[in-house]
Protein backbone atom coordinates (compact mmCIF):
# COMPACT_ATOMS: atom_id res chain seq x y z
CA UNK A 1 0.00 0.00 0.00
CA UNK A 2 1.50 3.10 -0.89
CA UNK A 3 0.01 6.70 0.40
CA UNK A 4 0.37 9.75 -1.40
CA UNK A 5 1.91 12.22 1.65
CA UNK A 6 1.44 15.85 1.25
CA UNK A 7 2.95 16.90 4.73
CA UNK A 8 -0.77 17.82 6.26
CA UNK A 9 -3.34 16.26 8.34
CA UNK A 10 -4.89 14.36 5.52
CA UNK A 11 -2.45 12.46 4.43
CA UNK A 12 -0.95 11.65 7.67
CA UNK A 13 -4.53 10.28 9.31
CA UNK A 14 -4.73 8.05 5.70
CA UNK A 15 -1.76 6.41 6.66
CA UNK A 16 -2.31 5.65 9.92
CA UNK A 17 -5.92 4.43 9.28
CA UNK A 18 -4.23 2.20 7.18
CA UNK A 19 -1.97 1.13 9.05
CA UNK A 20 -4.43 -0.08 12.00
CA UNK A 21 -6.30 -1.87 9.14
CA UNK A 22 -3.21 -3.77 9.18
CA UNK A 23 -1.92 -2.98 5.79
CA UNK A 24 1.75 -2.95 4.65
CA UNK A 25 1.48 0.99 4.19
CA UNK A 26 4.59 3.21 2.52
CA UNK A 27 4.46 6.43 2.10
CA UNK A 28 5.74 8.76 -0.39
CA UNK A 29 6.17 12.58 -0.71
CA UNK A 30 5.06 14.49 -4.26
CA UNK A 31 7.44 17.05 -5.49
CA UNK A 32 5.86 18.27 -8.44
CA UNK A 33 6.31 22.38 -8.72
CA UNK A 34 9.84 24.20 -8.82
CA UNK A 35 8.85 28.14 -9.26
CA UNK A 36 11.38 29.57 -11.95
CA UNK A 37 10.71 32.91 -10.68
CA UNK A 38 12.46 32.53 -7.34
CA UNK A 39 8.98 33.62 -5.79
CA UNK A 40 8.53 30.08 -3.80
CA UNK A 41 5.72 30.60 -1.39
CA UNK A 42 4.70 26.95 -1.64
CA UNK A 43 6.10 25.51 1.33
CA UNK A 44 7.48 22.77 -0.05
CA UNK A 45 10.62 21.89 2.35
CA UNK A 46 8.35 21.84 5.05
CA UNK A 47 5.84 19.95 3.69
CA UNK A 48 8.42 17.23 2.78
CA UNK A 49 9.65 17.22 6.37
CA UNK A 50 6.33 16.90 7.75
CA UNK A 51 5.76 13.85 5.60
CA UNK A 52 9.22 12.70 6.53
CA UNK A 53 8.24 13.16 10.48
CA UNK A 54 5.12 11.39 9.87
CA UNK A 55 6.27 8.18 8.25
CA UNK A 56 8.95 8.00 11.43
CA UNK A 57 5.97 8.11 14.00
CA UNK A 58 4.37 5.77 12.18
CA UNK A 59 7.76 3.49 11.60
CA UNK A 60 6.95 3.02 7.85
CA UNK A 61 8.89 3.52 5.08
CA UNK A 62 9.52 6.43 3.48
CA UNK A 63 10.09 7.63 -0.57
CA UNK A 64 9.88 10.76 -2.10
CA UNK A 65 9.69 11.53 -6.11
CA UNK A 66 9.54 14.89 -8.47
CA UNK A 67 7.30 15.08 -11.24
CA UNK A 68 7.71 18.54 -11.71
CA UNK A 69 8.84 18.17 -15.16
CA UNK A 70 5.46 15.60 -16.05
CA UNK A 71 3.74 17.87 -13.82
CA UNK A 72 4.31 21.38 -16.05
CA UNK A 73 3.93 19.53 -19.17
CA UNK A 74 0.41 17.78 -18.24
CA UNK A 75 -0.85 20.35 -15.86
CA UNK A 76 0.54 23.61 -16.12
CA UNK A 77 0.69 23.89 -19.45
CA UNK A 78 -2.98 23.42 -20.06
CA UNK A 79 -3.47 25.47 -17.17
CA UNK A 80 -1.78 28.89 -18.79
CA UNK A 81 -3.16 27.73 -22.17
CA UNK A 82 -6.80 27.87 -21.05
CA UNK A 83 -5.78 31.52 -19.02
CA UNK A 84 -3.96 32.76 -22.35
CA UNK A 85 -7.36 32.22 -24.13
CA UNK A 86 -9.81 33.76 -21.68
CA UNK A 87 -11.12 30.59 -19.74
CA UNK A 88 -11.34 29.48 -16.20
CA UNK A 89 -9.28 26.14 -15.36
CA UNK A 90 -9.50 23.88 -12.84
CA UNK A 91 -6.22 22.35 -12.21
CA UNK A 92 -7.08 20.67 -9.54
CA UNK A 93 -8.87 18.26 -11.60
CA UNK A 94 -6.24 17.73 -13.92
CA UNK A 95 -3.67 17.30 -11.70
CA UNK A 96 -5.63 14.59 -9.90
CA UNK A 97 -5.97 12.81 -14.06
CA UNK A 98 -2.49 13.57 -14.99
CA UNK A 99 -0.45 13.15 -12.13
CA UNK A 100 -2.30 11.77 -8.43
CA UNK A 101 -4.49 8.88 -10.02
CA UNK A 102 -2.09 8.14 -13.15
CA UNK A 103 1.89 8.51 -13.04
CA UNK A 104 1.58 8.12 -9.02
CA UNK A 105 -0.90 5.36 -8.87
CA UNK A 106 1.57 3.76 -11.69
CA UNK A 107 4.94 4.43 -9.63
CA UNK A 108 2.78 2.84 -6.83
CA UNK A 109 1.82 -0.43 -9.36
CA UNK A 110 5.27 -0.47 -10.43
CA UNK A 111 6.88 -1.04 -6.53
CA UNK A 112 4.69 -3.67 -6.32
CA UNK A 113 1.76 -2.30 -4.46
CA UNK A 114 -1.74 -3.25 -4.33
CA UNK A 115 -3.76 -0.10 -3.91
CA UNK A 116 -2.38 3.67 -3.56
CA UNK A 117 -4.27 6.21 -0.88
CA UNK A 118 -4.88 9.68 -0.60
CA UNK A 119 -6.86 11.74 2.02
CA UNK A 120 -9.41 12.98 -0.38
CA UNK A 121 -13.10 12.97 1.35
CA UNK A 122 -14.92 10.90 -1.37
CA UNK A 123 -15.80 7.17 -1.12
CA UNK A 124 -15.61 4.06 -3.51
CA UNK A 125 -18.18 1.60 -3.21
CA UNK A 126 -18.14 -1.69 -5.18
CA UNK A 127 -21.70 -2.90 -6.39
CA UNK A 128 -23.05 -4.91 -9.35
CA UNK A 129 -19.80 -5.54 -10.50
CA UNK A 130 -18.60 -1.84 -10.85
CA UNK A 131 -16.21 0.51 -8.79
CA UNK A 132 -18.86 3.81 -8.06
CA UNK A 133 -17.70 6.92 -6.76
CA UNK A 134 -19.75 8.48 -3.80
CA UNK A 135 -20.01 11.55 -2.19
CA UNK A 136 -17.48 11.99 0.88
CA UNK A 137 -20.20 11.81 4.07
CA UNK A 138 -18.61 15.62 5.39
CA UNK A 139 -20.78 18.15 3.17
CA UNK A 140 -18.15 20.43 4.28
CA UNK A 141 -15.25 18.35 2.59
CA UNK A 142 -16.76 16.28 -0.27
CA UNK A 143 -14.29 16.15 -2.49
CA UNK A 144 -15.57 14.08 -5.03
CA UNK A 145 -16.25 16.98 -7.44
CA UNK A 146 -12.38 16.96 -8.22
CA UNK A 147 -12.21 13.20 -8.81
CA UNK A 148 -14.81 12.98 -11.55
CA UNK A 149 -12.21 11.64 -14.39
CA UNK A 150 -11.42 8.76 -12.01
CA UNK A 151 -12.61 5.38 -14.51
CA UNK A 152 -12.87 1.80 -13.33
CA UNK A 153 -9.22 1.05 -13.61
CA UNK A 154 -8.26 4.27 -11.02
CA UNK A 155 -11.31 3.08 -8.57
CA UNK A 156 -10.43 -0.13 -8.39
CA UNK A 157 -6.96 0.65 -7.30
CA UNK A 158 -7.66 3.75 -5.05
CA UNK A 159 -8.49 3.96 -1.21
CA UNK A 160 -10.08 6.61 0.50
CA UNK A 161 -10.20 6.19 4.24
CA UNK A 162 -11.37 9.45 5.24
CA UNK A 163 -14.57 9.70 3.04
CA UNK A 164 -16.59 8.32 5.86
CA UNK A 165 -15.02 10.95 8.29
CA UNK A 166 -15.48 14.31 9.18
CA UNK A 167 -12.53 17.01 9.37
CA UNK A 168 -13.19 17.06 13.43
CA UNK A 169 -12.47 13.37 13.80
CA UNK A 170 -9.46 13.65 11.65
CA UNK A 171 -7.62 16.44 13.91
CA UNK A 172 -8.99 14.22 16.94
CA UNK A 173 -7.39 11.06 15.51
CA UNK A 174 -4.10 12.83 14.75
CA UNK A 175 -3.91 14.48 17.90
CA UNK A 176 -4.88 11.52 19.50
CA UNK A 177 -1.59 9.62 17.93
CA UNK A 178 0.67 12.43 18.61
CA UNK A 179 1.42 12.93 14.71
CA UNK A 180 3.04 16.33 14.08
CA UNK A 181 0.39 17.65 11.30
CA UNK A 182 -2.33 17.49 13.75
CA UNK A 183 -3.13 21.44 13.91
CA UNK A 184 -1.20 22.14 10.84
CA UNK A 185 -3.19 24.55 8.47
CA UNK A 186 -5.14 22.64 5.14
CA UNK A 187 -3.52 23.45 2.42
CA UNK A 188 -5.43 26.20 0.00
CA UNK A 189 -4.86 27.75 -3.52
CA UNK A 190 -3.54 25.99 -6.76
CA UNK A 191 -2.46 22.03 -6.87
CA UNK A 192 0.71 21.78 -5.33
CA UNK A 193 1.38 25.42 -6.24
CA UNK A 194 0.13 26.63 -2.89
CA UNK A 195 -1.87 30.15 -2.33
CA UNK A 196 -0.85 33.02 -4.36
CA UNK A 197 -1.37 36.65 -5.28
CA UNK A 198 -3.01 35.33 -8.26
CA UNK A 199 -2.54 37.81 -10.95
CA UNK A 200 0.52 38.43 -10.00
CA UNK A 201 2.08 35.05 -10.16
CA UNK A 202 -0.09 34.41 -13.27
CA UNK A 203 1.79 37.81 -14.82
CA UNK A 204 5.14 36.01 -14.68
CA UNK A 205 3.86 33.93 -17.25
CA UNK A 206 1.31 35.79 -18.93
CA UNK A 207 2.42 39.60 -19.33
CA UNK A 208 -0.47 42.01 -19.28
CA UNK A 209 -2.36 42.99 -21.72
CA UNK A 210 -4.37 45.94 -20.94
CA UNK A 211 -7.43 46.87 -23.00
CA UNK A 212 -10.90 48.27 -22.01
CA UNK A 213 -13.60 47.81 -19.59
CA UNK A 214 -16.90 48.43 -20.75
CA UNK A 215 -20.67 48.13 -20.11
CA UNK A 216 -23.04 45.55 -22.06
CA UNK A 217 -23.85 49.10 -23.74
CA UNK A 218 -20.30 49.50 -24.95
CA UNK A 219 -20.00 52.20 -22.54
CA UNK A 220 -15.90 52.73 -21.46
CA UNK A 221 -15.64 53.05 -17.74
CA UNK A 222 -12.05 51.95 -16.74
CA UNK A 223 -9.32 49.55 -18.28
CA UNK A 224 -8.49 45.93 -17.00
CA UNK A 225 -4.94 44.67 -17.22
CA UNK A 226 -5.32 41.36 -19.64
CA UNK A 227 -8.75 39.34 -19.76
CA UNK A 228 -6.79 35.86 -18.87
CA UNK A 229 -6.75 37.80 -15.24
CA UNK A 230 -10.56 37.95 -14.80
CA UNK A 231 -13.56 35.51 -14.45
CA UNK A 232 -17.07 35.41 -14.50
CA UNK A 233 -18.79 37.08 -11.30
CA UNK A 234 -15.34 38.03 -10.48
CA UNK A 235 -16.14 41.61 -7.89
CA UNK A 236 -12.64 42.37 -6.71
CA UNK A 237 -9.59 43.57 -8.49
CA UNK A 238 -11.56 45.83 -10.54
CA UNK A 239 -10.63 48.85 -9.75
CA UNK A 240 -13.63 50.82 -10.86
CA UNK A 241 -15.83 51.57 -7.84
CA UNK A 242 -17.05 54.84 -6.50
CA UNK A 243 -18.37 56.37 -10.10
CA UNK A 244 -20.58 59.79 -9.73
CA UNK A 245 -22.03 58.19 -12.93
CA UNK A 246 -23.31 55.38 -11.97
CA UNK A 247 -25.74 53.58 -9.25
CA UNK A 248 -23.58 52.56 -6.15
CA UNK A 249 -24.60 48.61 -7.05
CA UNK A 250 -20.82 47.14 -7.22
CA UNK A 251 -19.24 46.10 -10.24
CA UNK A 252 -19.07 42.47 -11.34
CA UNK A 253 -17.39 40.73 -14.83
CA UNK A 254 -20.22 40.01 -16.78
CA UNK A 255 -18.54 38.64 -20.23
CA UNK A 256 -15.36 38.96 -22.16
CA UNK A 257 -15.10 40.44 -25.69
CA UNK A 258 -11.47 38.08 -26.90
CA UNK A 259 -11.02 39.72 -30.47
CA UNK A 260 -11.76 42.93 -29.09
CA UNK A 261 -9.84 42.67 -25.38
CA UNK A 262 -12.72 43.88 -24.11
CA UNK A 263 -13.95 42.99 -20.32
CA UNK A 264 -17.66 43.54 -19.77
CA UNK A 265 -19.06 44.44 -16.97
CA UNK A 266 -22.36 45.15 -15.21
CA UNK A 267 -23.68 45.88 -12.02
CA UNK A 268 -25.26 43.64 -9.46
CA UNK A 269 -24.88 40.73 -8.07
CA UNK A 270 -27.19 39.09 -9.53
CA UNK A 271 -27.10 41.45 -13.13
CA UNK A 272 -29.19 38.97 -15.98
CA UNK A 273 -25.66 38.29 -18.13
CA UNK A 274 -24.33 36.66 -15.50
CA UNK A 275 -27.30 33.87 -15.27
CA UNK A 276 -28.10 30.93 -17.91
CA UNK A 277 -29.97 27.66 -17.80
CA UNK A 278 -28.22 25.85 -20.60
CA UNK A 279 -24.68 24.45 -21.45
CA UNK A 280 -22.68 22.33 -23.07
CA UNK A 281 -19.53 20.52 -21.92
CA UNK A 282 -16.70 18.67 -23.55
CA UNK A 283 -13.70 16.42 -22.29
CA UNK A 284 -16.20 14.11 -21.32
CA UNK A 285 -15.48 11.71 -17.96
CA UNK A 286 -17.47 8.84 -17.34
CA UNK A 287 -16.73 7.02 -13.94
CA UNK A 288 -18.73 4.24 -14.84
CA UNK A 289 -16.46 4.11 -17.79
CA UNK A 290 -19.11 4.58 -20.55
CA UNK A 291 -21.67 7.40 -21.08
CA UNK A 292 -25.05 6.42 -19.65
CA UNK A 293 -28.43 6.56 -21.96
CA UNK A 294 -29.59 10.17 -22.52
CA UNK A 295 -31.61 12.22 -22.06
CA UNK A 296 -30.60 11.53 -18.47
CA UNK A 297 -32.47 13.84 -15.25
CA UNK A 298 -30.08 14.02 -12.54
CA UNK A 299 -28.29 16.95 -10.75
CA UNK A 300 -24.72 18.67 -11.22
CA UNK A 301 -22.35 21.49 -10.16
CA UNK A 302 -20.74 23.81 -11.86
CA UNK A 303 -18.12 24.77 -9.67
CA UNK A 304 -17.09 22.78 -6.03
CA UNK A 305 -19.07 24.73 -2.82
CA UNK A 306 -22.04 24.62 -4.87
CA UNK A 307 -25.21 23.22 -4.19
CA UNK A 308 -26.01 20.07 -6.43
CA UNK A 309 -28.88 21.87 -9.03
CA UNK A 310 -31.57 19.48 -11.08
CA UNK A 311 -30.95 19.32 -14.79
CA UNK A 312 -31.42 16.60 -18.11
CA UNK A 313 -28.08 15.67 -19.89
CA UNK A 314 -30.03 16.25 -23.17
CA UNK A 315 -27.99 14.74 -25.75
CA UNK A 316 -24.51 14.99 -27.82
CA UNK A 317 -24.30 17.20 -30.79
CA UNK A 318 -22.20 16.00 -33.64
CA UNK A 319 -19.08 17.73 -32.33
CA UNK A 320 -19.45 15.26 -29.31
CA UNK A 321 -20.53 18.15 -26.86
CA UNK A 322 -22.60 17.60 -24.01
CA UNK A 323 -26.25 19.34 -24.10
CA UNK A 324 -26.80 19.91 -20.27
CA UNK A 325 -30.38 22.10 -19.17
CA UNK A 326 -30.78 22.89 -15.64
CA UNK A 327 -33.96 23.53 -14.27
CA UNK A 328 -33.54 26.99 -12.88
CA UNK A 329 -30.71 29.68 -14.08
CA UNK A 330 -27.61 29.63 -12.87
CA UNK A 331 -24.82 32.26 -12.09
CA UNK A 332 -21.56 32.63 -13.45
CA UNK A 333 -21.08 29.20 -15.66
CA UNK A 334 -17.67 29.80 -16.74
CA UNK A 335 -16.24 28.13 -19.67
CA UNK A 336 -12.93 25.92 -18.46
CA UNK A 337 -14.61 25.35 -15.05
CA UNK A 338 -15.85 21.65 -14.61
CA UNK A 339 -19.17 20.54 -14.51
CA UNK A 340 -19.97 17.22 -12.43
CA UNK A 341 -22.61 15.12 -12.29
CA UNK A 342 -24.52 13.61 -9.31
CA UNK A 343 -27.46 10.72 -8.78
CA UNK A 344 -28.36 10.65 -4.92
CA UNK A 345 -24.42 9.57 -3.34
CA UNK A 346 -22.92 8.94 -6.44
CA UNK A 347 -20.49 10.95 -8.91
CA UNK A 348 -21.60 9.81 -12.17
CA UNK A 349 -18.57 11.66 -14.26
CA UNK A 350 -18.64 15.73 -16.11
CA UNK A 351 -16.87 17.24 -18.28
CA UNK A 352 -15.46 21.10 -19.19
CA UNK A 353 -17.90 23.72 -19.76
CA UNK A 354 -17.48 24.76 -23.13
CA UNK A 355 -19.84 27.15 -23.93
CA UNK A 356 -22.89 29.06 -22.04
CA UNK A 357 -25.96 30.30 -23.52
CA UNK A 358 -26.75 33.63 -23.22
CA UNK A 359 -23.17 35.05 -21.67
CA UNK A 360 -21.20 37.56 -23.51
CA UNK A 361 -17.90 34.67 -24.20
CA UNK A 362 -16.62 35.46 -27.52
Request: hydrophobic share 35%.
Amino acid sequence: MLVGLSGGVDSSVTALLLQRQGYRVQGMFMKNWVDIHGDDQCPIAEDLEDARAITESLEIPFHSINFAPEYWDRVFSHFLAEHRAGRTPNPDILCNREVKFDLFLNKALEMGADFMATGHYARIEQREGRYRLLKGLDPNKDQSYFLYTLGQEQLARSLFPLGGLRKEHVRRLAAEAGLCTHAKKDSTGICFIGERNFAEFLSHYLPPSPGPIETPEGRRIGEHQGLMYYTLGQRKGLHIGGRKDSAELPWFVVGKKMAENVLVVGQGHDHPLLHSRRLTAVDLSWTAGNMPPLPLRCKAKTRYRQPEQACTLEELDSQGRLKVCFEQPQRAMTPGQSVVFYRDDECLGGGVIDHVEGIIYS
